[in-house]
Structure formats: structure tokens, C-alpha cells
């Protein structure tokens, strides 16, 4: 007695497969981002992500303006920068007196804006960088939509900075530090005085931003699996990161001298 062997089903092609709604962009682009990111690089879209950065932006700026004791933190400031023994007494009373009411003007109107304008400014820069050395061919809208959704973190970061402000008073003891809000880098570690450079230095291995830089490389070797493979999308990454760490810390070891 002969079988028919059974056919199998023919695999969905990638053009066919469902496309992921914006919710579970914004979930898979945290927790799953493979699949997401490839999903975003053939449909690319942006509106969702950068609503909700300027939505909880906009909420951490308030905050910031109205929980935080700006006189106090703009007098620590300057007793801990080197900078502050170069200037004269009226210079330093001037600082005192308007720097707080700037902070405060500041935090209102970088807490909404602040999102879009980097995400705009790394879409440029990954772009250029994967187009050029990893051969990836992607349009400035894929790269946008890549970046929107792998800031993510930085929104998980302003909502928990908005938990720990809603939660202390004004005046409450020590200063609290716009900088470092959730003592999630490196630089949390170090004693009171220390050297600039290594605060700068130390200060850029935070949790959330090294969380950023992984997405990154995901979503752009996702976009483009074939020309840019992952440890070429870690290295583009990682470099240009490197680069600007090495920048800001002999730009901030240079200003001390």
C-alpha cells in the first residue's frame, strides 16, 4: 500500500508576513528586537516613538523645572568645577542668580524638543556610517525609524527620573544631579572631587546608553542582514561611540588645565 507523501506548506514571504502595530513595536523593539527591527526596516514608521518621547519628555522637563532645587545644584556645580576659580566674584554672584531660573526655562523646553533632535541628529550619523562601511543601502527614513524605536531606553530612563522627582521633595539632603539622575553609570562610584576627566569618562558607561548602542547594532544589521552582519553593525557602533568618548573626555581633561 503506497502513501502519498504530504506537502509541506510553502514559507510566508518576508514581504507577506503581518506587519507588527506600533504597541508591539515599541515592546519588541525592547525585548525582542530582532524580528521587530527587521519588521521596521521593511515598513518603516517613526510617529510612535518619537510621540512618546516628546509626551514623557515633556513631563520630565516640568518636572525637572518644579521638583528640583536649581540654586542649590547650580552652587554645587560651581564649587566643583575647576572652572569656577577663574571667575571674579561678581561673575560667580551673576551665576548664581540667573543660572537657576535658566535651568528651570531649560528644563521646559529641551524635555519635549530634546528627543526628536537627537534621534534626527544619529539617524544622519548611523546612516552615513552604515551606508559607507558596511555597504547597507538604507533610506534616511528606515534609519529613522531604526533609531526612534532603539532610544527607547532613554524614555524607560526619563519616566523612572519622573518616579524618583514625583517621589522627593525639593529640599530634601544632598544635591541632586541632573547629569546622573539614577546613578545608572560608572560615575556614581566615584568620591566628591574627582578628577573631570574621569567623571566624563566613567559617566559614559551608563546603563541605559550602553542599552542604546546594542539596539542600534541590532536594528541596523536587522535592516540589512545580508551586507551588514552583527559583530560589522557592534564594531560601527562601538567605534564611533569609542570616538566620541575619547572626544569629550580630552575636551573636558583640556578645559581643566
Do not use: C
Amino acid at each position: 500500500m503506497s502513501t502519498t507523501p504530504t506537502a509541506m506548506p510553502a514559507p510566508i514571504p518576508e514581504e507577506a508576513q503581518p506587519p507588527i502595530n506600533s504597541l508591539g513595536r515599541i515592546v519588541g523593539a525592547l525585548f525582542d528586537p530582532v524580528p521587530t527591527f527587521e519588521s521596521i526596516a521593511r515598513r518603516p514608521s517613526w510617529i510612535a516613538p518619537i510621540v512618546l518621547m516628546i509626551l514623557v519628555g515633556a513631563g520630565m522637563g516640568a518636572m525637572l523645572a518644579q521638583r528640583v532645587n536649581w540654586d542649590q545644584v547650580i552652587g554645587q556645580q560651581l564649587e566643583n568645577s575647576p572652572l569656577a576659580s577663574r571667575l571674579s566674584a561678581a561673575q560667580r554672584q551673576h551665576q548664581l542668580e540667573v543660572g537657576p531660573e535658566r535651568s528651570r526655562i531649560g528644563a521646559y523646553v529641551t524635555g519635549p524638543l530634546s528627543g526628536p533632535i537627537v534621534v534626527l541628529f544619529y539617524s544622519g550619523l548611523l546612516l552615513g556610517a552604515f551606508n559607507l562601511f558596511a555597504g547597507a543601502n538604507l533610506s534616511f527614513r528606515q534609519s529613522v525609524a531604526i533609531v526612534a524605536h532603539a532610544r527607547l531606553p532613554a524614555v524607560i530612563s526619563s519616566i523612572l527620573v519622573i518616579a524618583v522627582l514625583a517621589l522627593r521633595s525639593p529640599d530634601a539632603p544632598g544635591t541632586f544631579d541632573p547629569q546622573n539622575p539614577l546613578a545608572t553609570s560608572l560615575s556614581a562610584v566615584l568620591p566628591a572631587g574627582s578628577a573631570p576627566w574621569l567623571v566624563s569618562l566613567l559617566g559614559s558607561f551608563d546603563l541605559f546608553i550602553l542599552w542604546m548602542l546594542v539596539l542600534y547594532a541590532i536594528g541596523f544589521s536587522a535592516a540589512n542582514p545580508k551586507k551588514v552582519k552583527l559583530g560589522t553593525a557592534f564594531a560601527i557602533v562601538f567605534g564611533l561611540w569609542a570616538f566620541w568618548v575619547i572626544v569629550k573626555v580630552g575636551a573636558t581633561a583640556m578645559a581643566t588645565l
